[in-house]
């Protein structure tokens, strides 16, 4: 059936990052979903504009005008939104025996996860701080751990057992066990549909595996530990970081490379693809940053060599037309992809932030620091908000959830905490 012969049933709306979803019917009731993404609005955006631009290339008519305008117009009500928040702590969670690795939220914020270095992985409560399962089963440290999103019915774990790992939600019992590496995983992540699990290994190989059968599907291999890997939002792209100094674009449906990203002088620490799929930016222990066009990877669109140390973490906001960092040299710094410029050097930690976090608007950032906190910093002047305080070591993880009202942070002193800034 030809698409434009297809018609409208309904439009979503999807907030974070900004972008609406055209729910399409042909005659035998086919359904087909088209997403319009529309990273770039602002409160000064032509709403009118906007909606031509869409009637013209979408199966649409003038009728669908009136409606468009108005889910426009509410679409850059909420991202121009930047309500003034206090965060206050809710919960002291003493959840595991061991310092904690990492944490993570899933899609709605309801649950999240905390891993630790007493092989146990558990799903807790948001609302409550009750946990909810304990997975139990790694032989060694869990350091990496994912839900399924937005499904949020399964988790993925790695460990330094050299296995991943997948969990029912509902019982936490595990469904499957990848064997296959050869030294421990450090990273991990589901693909968009859920079916697939990507694993980065110290052995120097990434793995695609069939979810449901445990199966190796294909294997990708560096030079050096790979230390990052994650799939591009369409799912048909894989980018992974070594320490071999070079980040690798990958074919999702062969494993076949696609770009080798290749100019940094030492091991690469974090890299990221934006949320269009457009760049990606990498980051080193060498102090800098690059950023790349996939259109064009022979070479570099820009070097940011503004930080004294090396560099810990890197991340994109939503829309991608920002980049934080996080570094040992105490600060972390955003950097404007437009004008490939320094927009802040956020200053004010005593120790080295090993991660940074945006929320969902890209008004606020979040920095974790071996000085046992973590601060949010406003994006648009680089003032520091809050500190929060309390852990008794450094923090390993912190992660916002997708509304950016609720805060874990998870640290070497064996805590997770929650902070709200919900009723404050």
């Known amino acids: 059936m030809d698409y434009f012969n297809k018609k409208l049933n309904k439009i979503q709306v999807r907030f974070f990052p900004p972008g609406i979803i055209l729910e399409l019917k042909d005659n035998l009731d086919i359904v087909e979903n088209k997403t319009i993404d529309l990273l770039n609005i602002t409160k000064d955006s032509d709403v009118q504009y906007l909606v031509q631009e869409i009637v013209k290339k979408e199966p649409l008519t003038q009728k669908h005008t009136k409606t468009l305008e108005k889910i426009i117009k509410k679409l850059i009500s909420v991202v121009s939104e930047n309500p003034k928040q206090t965060f206050k702590l809710q919960k002291t969670l003493k959840c595991h025996e061991l310092p904690l690795t990492n944490c993570a939220f899933n899609k709605n914020g309801n649950m999240f996860l905390t891993g630790s270095y007493d092989r146990t992985c558990i799903i807790w409560d948001t609302y409550t701080g009750e946990p ?16 399924n999103l937005p499904y949020a019915n399964k988790v993925a774990t790695g460990s330094f057992d050299h296995t991943a790992k997948i969990w029912n939600v509902a019982d936490g019992k595990c469904d499957t066990t990848f064997s296959g590496h050869e030294m421990e995983v450090v990273c991990l992540q589901f693909d968009p549909m859920s079916t697939q699990l990507l694993t980065g290994s110290m052995d120097k190989t990434a793995k695609i595996w069939n979810v ?3 199966q190796e599907i294909f294997e990708m291999k560096h030079d050096g530990e790979i230390i990052s890997c994650s799939f591009n939002t369409d799912g048909d792209k894989i980018l992974t970081g070594s320490f071999d100094k070079t980040a690798k674009i990958w074919d999702s449906y062969n494993g076949n490379i696609i770009g080798d990203l290749k100019e940094h002088t030492e091991e690469i620490s974090s890299c990221q693809f934006n949320y269009s799929g457009t760049n990606v930016v990498t980051a080193s222990v060498d102090k800098t940053v690059k950023l790349w066009d996939l259109r064009k990877m022979d070479k570099s669109m820009h070097t940011f060599t503004e930080h004294e140390n090396e560099i810990m973490d890197v991340v994109f906001n939503l829309s991608g037309s920002k980049i934080a960092t996080a570094s040992s040299d ?11 410029s320094m927009d802040y050097n956020l200053a004010g930690h005593k120790g080295e932030i090993s991660k940074v976090m945006f929320d969902s ?11 046992g906190t973590c601060k949010i910093w406003d994006v648009n002047d680089g003032k520091c908000l809050q500190t929060l305080e309390g852990h008794h070591d450094e923090i390993f993880s912190c992660a916002y959830n997708y509304d950016g009202d609720i805060i874990i942070t998870a640290g070497k002193d064996n805590t997770c905490k929650i902070w709200s800034s919900r009723n404050n």
């Open 132 to 147: 909810l399962q304990k997975l139990t089963g790694h032989q060694n440290v869990v350091y990496c751990m994912s839900f």
């Open 330 to 340: 105490t600060t972390s710094k955003i950097f404007d992809v437009a004008t490939l």
């Open 212 to 214: 449901e059968t445990g």
């Open 361 to 371: 608007r890209g008004n606020n950032l979040l920095t974790g620091s071996s000085d």
